[in-house]
């Protein structure tokens, strides 16, 4: 698959992650059409140019599925509830948008002869007794797994494309990251650890840490995590497999707020509330197989991703 001249739709396209794919298919030199309803997504994001086209609709309509696929060559499906509290309070409405609106897109792209579609999904792993979590981890059959709707809901959507890519004939890939930050995240949508306490931190406000901060977790600048749907998409032998996109290395909640207040230089308390019962311990992806398969080699450092993330941010609160 190559992306010069193909025409790609981006779901979710006005949004952290999907607003940066966009931006590179664009240097790629592809047509781009994004679908965003703007749920978590913001205008700003969507480039002025000549070869985006911009459709505000939801992947739970068939309408505006549709209407966004017409001619399209290849899929990147970002659009999702990626909210894990908010599954917890309000699981059927993360059901229809990541497993059933998932599947109306996939369905929809069968039809209209998409060539290849590539989903962001998550970290489904829950806990492991392992020191890194490999893709053939058997999330259904271990205790401790599966700790949030949202990640069922991931699964489900998962096991849509393995189905579509055997059964239907289009190839397809999951992508399963695991925690993304970067420029354009915000805390709109209340998630992403780094956003929260950026924010906090920046506003001179204690920061809480859910728990003891002991529970770690896999952060990948963005910047990667576009690099890694690019290599996707252009190799044949990822076609019908599942990826960890993540970078290895396992960094602690504490640590992480540590390091936030010393790159920021701002001097804040650091609070501990309960325990909450979605939080796994410990999170850290084994990417042998995306090496091998990919090529894929993240190559930004957390320390050097924070601070490019806290200049991001410090500028959005000075316009």
């Known amino acids: 698959m190559k992306i010069k001249g193909k025409s790609i739709l981006v779901t979710g396209g006005a949004g952290f992650i999907g607003s940066h794919i966009v931006d590179r298919l664009l240097k790629e030199g592809a047509y781009v059409r994004i679908l965003d309803d ?6 700003v994001n969507v480039p002025n140019a ?9 992947i739970r309509n ?17 659009a999702a509830q990626i909210n894990p509290a908010r599954a917890v309070k309000e699981p059927i409405y993360d059901f229809e948008v990541n497993a059933r609106g998932t599947l109306n897109l996939l369905l929809s ?25 490999s893709e053939e981890f058997s999330t259904l059959s271990e205790p401790r797994s599966l700790l949030s709707p949202y990640a069922a809901a991931k699964v489900s959507a998962e096991a849509y494309l393995k189905t579509i890519n055997d059964e239907f004939g289009m190839p397809t890939v999951r992508l399963r990251y695991f925690n993304v930050y970067g420029p354009r995240q915000t805390t709109k949508s209340e998630s992403g650890v780094i956003a929260i306490f950026t924010e906090q931190i920046l506003s001179k ?11 770690t977790r896999d952060f990948i600048h963005v910047s990667d995590v576009v690099e890694a749907n690019m ?16 970078t290895g290395i396992e960094t602690s909640v504490v640590e992480l707020a540590k390091l936030i207040i010393k790159i920021t230089g701002n001097s804040v308390p650091i609070k501990h509330g309960p325990s909450r ?7 850290k992806a084994d990417l042998r197989k995306a090496k091998k398969a990919l090529g894929f080699q993240p190559k930004t450092n957390l320390q050097d991703g924070l601070k490019d993330y806290v200049n991001w941010f410090r500028d ?3 316009k």
Not at 38 to 43: F, I, P, R
Not at 62 to 78: C, N, P, Q, T, Y
């Open 38 to 43: 703007l749920s978590n997504g913001n205008l």
């Open 50 to 58: 000549d070869k985006v086209e911009f459709q505000k609709g939801d």
């Open 62 to 78: 068939d309408s505006d599925i549709r209407r966004a696929l017409e001619g399209v060559d290849l899929v990147f499906h970002e």
């Open 109 to 133: 792209s069968v039809k209209c002869g998409v060539k290849k579609f590539i989903m962001a999904s998550t970290n489904t792993y829950g806990d492991t007794d392992t020191e890194s979590v």
């Open 205 to 215: 406000k204690p920061i809480t840490i859910f728990g003891d901060g002991t529970h």
């Open 231 to 246: 290599l996707a998409a252009l190799k044949e032998q990822a076609n019908g497999e599942v990826f960890n996109v993540g």
């Open 277 to 283: 019962a979605a939080d796994f311990k410990r999170a």
């Open 316 to 318: 959005c609160k000075k």
